[in-house]
């Protein structure tokens, strides 16, 4: 890994490491249950999330909203942070399925295993590690979630490829995510950003 790589994935994981442990100290962007439900998730399912979990949710999209998550499925949930996705894919495919959850911040991998503890979601797992490098089986996953992460990631090719790797043939990718438009990428690219500062 090169330096600055290095660094750059530091400085996001330091970031996300203060939201998973002080979520009402985060001012700049839209966090949080009230965050969930604008972006269309079901309140019913979002108000049965423990407090631990939702408090930090930091997602960009309702990836639900893309398609139907049948029982018995295996997904895995790329930078699950606090662990929303996880555990409402975990409600979906039930224990015949499972759920992998993998994220480089420990807090929050942390906050994500105390909410499938609390939820007694036994098919629901969490590990810490990088969406690049995923220590994952090849063809493991039905369905790959990713919500708000591939933005944040400095080799997005390698974090695609590994995608592409863990998802069998004819699985599916639910991915919400935040693009930079041409015109806005001229201002602050040379900058680390204000989800990594
Ligand atoms: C904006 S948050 C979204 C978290 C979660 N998907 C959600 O919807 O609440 C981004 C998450 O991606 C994780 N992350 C960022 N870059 C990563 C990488 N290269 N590998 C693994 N996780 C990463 C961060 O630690 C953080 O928890």
Known sequence: MNP???????????????LATDPAGEKDFAVGPRSALSLGYDPGEIGLLPAVVAESFAGVGCPFLLGDIDPGLAVVDIGCGSG???LLAAGRVG???????????????????????????AHA?????????????????????????????????????????????GGRLFLADIFLEAESAAEGLSEIGQWSD
């Open 4 to 18: 600055a790589k290095g660094e750059l994935e530091e400085s996001v994981r330091r970031r996300f490491a203060r």
């Open 84 to 86: 929303v996705d996880s």
């Open 95 to 121: 224990p015949r399925g499972a759920v992998l959850g993998l994220d480089m911040t420990g807090e929050m991998v942390g906050n994500a295993r105390s909410g499938a503890e609390s939820l007694s979601l």
């Open 125 to 169: 797992r969490f590990i810490v590690g990088h969406a690049d490098r995923m220590e994952i089986e090849t063809a493991f996953a039905d369905i790959a979630l990713s919500n708000g992460v591939i933005n944040l990631c400095v080799d997005k090719a390698r974090v695609l490829a590994e995608i592409a790797r863990i998802v069998k043939p």
